[in-house]
């Protein structure tokens, strides 16, 4: 069983800045290419930013410039740097596998991220 653990979401200002932690465990021996999605109400499940197990990155237009993705293969953790936020990023943020054919079984609760003044 592999878990992903979100954390690090909170209520924030516009133009704030939070740093989303994602931890892997169960059975696991290295994270594989990771991924952010955000879910807002009413809206489909997005992905905002992506890293590769060679540490290549890929961002949504909308969160280019101000998101920073990355990852600690040692400690088998991902992280999001928002900075800039702006009410519109409101949403519970996951991260999963995206190219994993099992992650579906992956997705865990989540972490609120709230930008409002």
């Known amino acids: 069983q592999v878990q992903f653990v979100e954390s690090g979401g909170g209520l924030v200002q516009p133009g704030g800045s939070l740093r989303l932690s994602c931890a892997a465990s169960?059975?696991?021996?290295?994270?594989?290419?990771m991924g952010w999605y955000r879910q807002a109400p009413g809206k489909q499940r997005e992905l905002v930013a992506s890293?590769?197990?060679?540490?290549?990155?890929n961002y949504r237009d909308s969160v280019k410039e101000r998101f920073t993705i990355s990852r600690d293969d040692a400690k088998k953790m991902v992280y999001l740097q928002m900075n800039s936020l702006k009410p519109e990023d409101t949403a519970v943020y996951y991260c999963?596998?995206?190219?994993?054919?099992?992650?579906?079984?992956?997705w865990g609760q989540g972490t609120q991220v709230t930008v409002s003044s």
């Open positions: 999963n596998a995206p190219w994993d054919g099992d992650r579906e079984t992956y």
């Open positions: 169960g059975r696991i021996l290295s994270i594989p290419g």
């Open positions: 890293i590769t197990k060679d540490g290549s990155t």
